[in-house]
T-cell receptor, first 111, second 112 residues
Framework: KQEVTQIPAALSVPEGENLVLNCSFT??????LQWFRQDPGKGLTSLLL?????REQTSGRLNASLDKSSGRSTLYIAASQPGDSATYLC??????????FGKGTRLSVIA | GAGVSQTPSNKVTEKGKYVELRCDPI?????LYWYRQSLGQGPEFLIY????????DSGLPNDRFFAVRPEGSVSTLKIQRTERGDSAVYLC??????????FGPGTRLTVL
């Protein structure tokens, strides 16, 4: 059974700092890995999708990497801003199957 | 284009009542997923549709929960004899084939 772990559970950084969020999964036979952002009381916004054949994806200040063999992904956020404060969720699936989520990392960027 | 929409956004009901939650996926998306999220947790899978049929309903917690997608587009999640433990945010997502899943804003269900 696939299990996804996210470390740290919570993180507080000053504005402008670069930061890394970690995600690990127990079964390396994945098809997609997605990173999401969730604001309090809101739904999930997809940030980046990495397919199993890819090693990284970039969108603006965000960069996500995937090391399938070791069961790890990282989300790098450059030059953090207060508006980046949210919970970041990592999820994996195998083909057209439901996503298995971690519990998320709650990020606070202090101005 | 329009994203995934869910109605109602909030639902308050009494223990023992029946509720229906609706999901409108992105037009053309063949796959539709229901998840449930409790406070401080990641979403947990409930049921997945490919077209009109339930391809995987292994996440439904018990037989009080049922979902339909009669025309391969809109889906309804139905909960009978609601219990306080059913209180959560119910999320719907859709995807095209094996692609990225896009989520709706969720329905917050509160059972008193």
């Amino acid at each position: 059974k696939q299990e996804v772990t996210q470390i740290p559970a919570a993180l507080s950084v000053p504005e402008g700092e670069n930061l890394v969020l970690n995600c690990s999964f127990t079964d390396s036979a994945i098809y997609n890995l997605q990173w999401f952002r969730q604001d309090p009381g809101k739904g999930l916004t997809s940030l980046l999708l990495i397919q199993s054949s890819q090693r990284e994806q970039t969108s603006g200040r965000l960069n996500a990497s995937l090391d399938k063999s070791s069961g790890r992904s990282t989300l790098y956020i450059a030059a953090s801003q207060p508006g980046d404060s949210a919970t970041y969720l990592c999820a994996v699936n195998s083909g057209n199957t439901p996503l298995v989520f971690g519990k998320g990392t709650r990020l606070s960027v202090i101005a | 284009g329009a994203g995934v929409s869910q109605t109602p956004s909030n639902k308050v009901t009494e223990k023992g009542k029946y509720v229906e939650l609706r999901c409108d996926p992105i037009s053309g998306h063949t796959a539709l997923y229901w998840y449930r999220q409790s406070l401080g947790q990641g979403p947990e899978f409930l049921i997945y549709f490919q077209g009109t049929g339930a391809a995987d309903d292994s996440g439904l917690p018990n037989d009080r929960f049922f979902a339909v997608r009669p025309e391969g587009s809109v889906s309804t999640l139905k909960i009978q004899r609601t219990e306080r433990g059913d209180s959560a945010v119910y999320l719907c997502a859709s995807s095209l084939n094996e692609g990225e899943q896009f989520f709706g804003p969720g329905t917050r269900l509160t059972v008193l």
